[in-house]
């Protein structure tokens, strides 16, 4: 059964029965293949950003990930959010509150914070954010209200 | 509204530790303290559990630590 380490980070690994590391560890290594097309086009971005700096013309084009890239992240994304949810299964209450509560929180906050920036961004009073912005905000703060989570209760 | 739980004091009369006790009810050794130092407070279906599992009634177990005054 999972019990929390490292304030939320991370947790004991040798109390999960063998059904739920396997499940565990599937979902972590799909959600770790599901970002390294992206995170080598963000490599490339930033290398392209600073090169531009250097040069002294203007920024590159916002980073737009290819059909195919776009397409790994979704399939592999699921296929982790399928694992990790057949793992929260057969886990404890604690957990699962832990977990639903800071999903939800996380959802509500970054849904709360991309109206608002859309308004103002309608508005002409900020730039439009670019749409990978929310993967960003949603992790972000689903790290805090986790912490926020096991703090209070585990 | 907090809850205040006698789970120590029982566990402890049967020698058990948090760990056993655990087992005993399907969940984490952490949820069993986490409920003992006050920090969660268990489902229904789970002080139903551990109420059964200590033959006593639930309202034995856990209570309101400040109930309204009649």
Known sequence: MYEFTHQGMWFKWNLLDKVSKRLAGVSLFAAGVSVVPATMKLCDYAFEVGKAAGSGIGSPDPMLLEPWQALWLIGFGTLSAVFWWRFSLRQDEMFNRVQNWSLGMAGAWTATFFALWGVLAFGGIVPPLHPMAVFLVFYVALLGFWFAAVRRWA | ?70
């Open chain 2, 1 to 70: 509204m907090g809850v205040t739980t006698r789970l120590p004091e029982l566990r402890q009369a049967q020698r058990l530790t948090q760990a056993d006790l655990a087992v005993c009810v399907g969940v984490s050794r952490q949820t069993i303290n986490s409920i003992e130092t006050g920090r969660f407070e268990p489902s229904l279906s789970l002080a139903l559990l551990l109420a059964r599992y200590f033959g006593e009634p639930v309202e034995s177990i856990f209570a309101l630590a400040d109930p309204p005054a009649d």
